[in-house]
């Protein structure tokens, strides 16, 4: 149930000690809270009348902690002002020792009933990058800890150490860090703050306060989930979607090419500052950057993630050209061909042992700038097709060769099941030949994996006849949807899983529409939609048996492993790195497939939603135009446990979440769908002469 605060009276008069910058007092403002503003603490406590409230923020946070004399709080005693200060550096009476402690990973625990039944014990808050007073303080009424779970602290506090946040001191509420900081930081979720703040401004002023109608947030949906959407709504969409790459200054330009590279180093953990307003935006011809580490920071700006990856390239080919196709960008249609040069011509992807011709690994795309000799089939798989998408909306065939030769070098490496494993490494395919990974007896199930480079094999067979493409791939799903859903190895959920195996289903009926494929196809696609909310959203799932990242743990696991954005199924989430963005994909080349009015209907659905969430921010540039990973639908904010180590909640990402749901939205804006837009392919012409070469004994 959403919460409602209304002041209720005037009561005492509040009086603000701080920034007219500062969030609370812009929200006091617009709420006609009865209000003055004091230069000075000093002049707060003298023009205060007996039993007025004072506020007291902290302007210099992080780096300057509030420092009050301790006379100016006795003259506040004297006059029964009741007081909240944050992050103070000294209190008479209370114990503050140590320096600021600095956290990311902790979340606000509350540990009273003194929020009503709108915030329970154990409910968490968000505060992010929060710099912290250590102090001790009796009956906390919210702490400080790393805690596992969504909405609730589902392991409790006992076994983790904690802080004390909010308490009562005297005639005094403190903060032990700048709660006020809740809009700039980011803080969520905003009901549960809303309830925080009504507490408050309730104590403070000794009338009770029922709603806010003016919450101030920096970075918004574009549209709330009733609003009627205007008819240019999706043009918009994908035109900020487009627009977002250049605006946020992903693409790697020469005047900053060794920043890229300090902030890359080996690529374990590739995050560094935002690159600011007025960087040199690239042309592509160096590659584009990753997007946005999920950590926010106190002042709401977020890391970005400086690692270059192949697969982002050609995904972000995809997404640039389609949108520059129907945009009439000729300024995108250009960085599009240059991703795509920059990956077979000018960066290591393609270089090295992945270009010589007696090569195991000739063909094959290496993952990143900095692991070039560690293979991906799905990686290379979104890549391919993503440059396929690309080579249709360019009209060239300029690249058919090497995406050919790609494909082939995936498929030589494919087991005689038709699996290939997660990844293979160059030293050992050197050392045993492709031709041993060829006569491998694999079965991995896994669709996150395996799936997409399935479609690719169906795709590249309807185009060339080439009949092993087909049996391989049909073997593969044959085993996999008989070991669905029991055997299936899930990643972050069975979600994605699904949302992943729906392409080659929907290929494959393509190629051969049998009763049974299309019955494989419908399994999925309805188990899918079983968890599609009326508003669009997709849900996330947990499975069962043989999942790699479930749910964590412990509260001590928490933000140390892969993790998915629900805690337990049911929670409402959806999930736009690993599902919802390959789900609106997949789901429109199976409603073009098959004709199904229920998959055009649910297609539809999830572009009105995946329209509506994109993100607004006039704030942050860098971010106005992205989709965030997570949102949750019933609150219809940015929300999510951030449990995952590389990709949390708040993260963003150029190739899989951005440059899907960019291109798709371009192909439902037209009515149309990936098989038919890349009909026309010529690769055919390549294929005996690549066959000849590749396969040679």
Known sequence: MLCHFAYAGHGHTLIFCGSVENDLYRLLQKEAFPL???????????????????????????????????????????????????????????????????????????????????????????????????????????????????DQAAYGISDVPTFPLLFRHDNMLLAATKMTNFATGRYGPD??????????????????????????????????????????????????????????????HPDWKDQWKKYQSDGRNPVGPPLPADAANGNGLLGLLEGHASRISYNGQQQ????????????????????????????????????????????????????????????LLGWSDTHPYVYYGDDNARAILGMLGASAYLGTDKWDLQIVENILANFRTTGKNGFRSDRIEDKALQQHGWQYYQQRDVINPAPHFESWMWALYLWLYEKTGYQPLLEKTKTAIRITMEAYPAQW???????????????????????????????????????????????????????????????????????????????????????????????????????????????????????????????????????????????????????????????GAWNTLTGWTQSWIVATQVLTAQQQNFWDLTRQSAVK?????????????
């Open 489 to 647: 190895k899930w990643t972050n959920g069975i979600q994605q899983e699904r949302a992943r195996m729906v392409l080659p289903l929907a290929w494959l009926v393509r190629v051969e529409d049998t009763p049974e494929h299309r019955r494989w196809l419908d399994t999925l696609v309805r188990e899918l939609l079983r968890n599609q909310d009326a508003c669009g959203a997709i849900r996330e799932e947990l499975g069962s048996g043989k999942g790699k990242f479930g749910r964590t743990l412990s509260n001590k696991d928490y933000g140390l492993h892969e993790a998915p954005l629900i805690f337990a199924n049911g929670d409402p989430i959806a999930d736009m790195l690993y599902t919802s963005n390959f789900a609106f994909f997949s789901l429109n080349e199976a409603a073009h497939a098959t004709g199904n009015g229920e998959y055009k209907a649910a297609v539809g659905k999830l572009a009105d939603f995946l329209t509506r969430i994109q993100v607004k921010s006039e704030q942050h540039r860098d971010l106005d135009g992205a989709w965030f990973r997570a949102f949750e639908f019933n609150r219809w904010e940015y929300w999510a446990s951030n449990a995952d180590v590389g990709w």
């Open 36 to 150: 003055r503003l004091a230069g000075t603490v000093a002049e707060g406590v003298h023009a205060a009348a007996k039993g007025d409230a004072l506020i007291i923020v902290a302007d210099g946070y992080p780096a300057v902690r509030t420092n009050i004399p301790a006379a100016l709080l006795q003259a506040a005693r004297r006059k029964q002002l009741r007081i909240y200060m944050e992050y103070p550096q000294a209190v008479a009476g209370l114990d503050i020792t140590g320096d600021t402690l600095h956290t990311q990973l902790e979340r606000g625990v509350v540990t009273t009933t003194a929020f009503g039944s709108e915030l329970k014990p154990m409910s968490i808050l968000g505060i992010n990058d929060c710099y912290l007073v250590p102090v001790k303080a009796d009956s906390p009424l919210i702490v400080l800890a790393k805690v596992a779970g969504l």
């Open 191 to 252: 009901n549960a703050w809303k309830a925080v703040w009504a507490y408050i401004l309730t104590w403070l002023t000794g009338r009770e306060v029922t709603a806010f109608q003016h919450w101030p947030a920096d970075v918004t949906p574009m549209y709330t989930r009733s609003e009627k959407l205007p008819a240019n709504a999706q043009a918009e969409s994908i035109r900020k979607g487009v627009e977002w790459f250049s605006k946020a200054r992903f693409f790697i």
């Open 685 to 697: 012409t390549k294929m005996p002469s690549v066959i000849n070469h590749m396969f040679r004994q």
């Open 304 to 363: 970005y993630r400086y690692w270059l990856r192949a697969d982002v390239q050609g995904e972000a080919a995809y997404a640039l050209a389609a949108a520059g196709k129907y945009l009439h960008n000729a300024d995108d249609l250009q960085r599009a061909a240059n991703l795509i040069d920059f990956v077979f011509n000018v960066s290591n992807l393609r270089a090295q042992e992945r270009n010589k011709p007696g090569s195991a690994s000739y063909g």
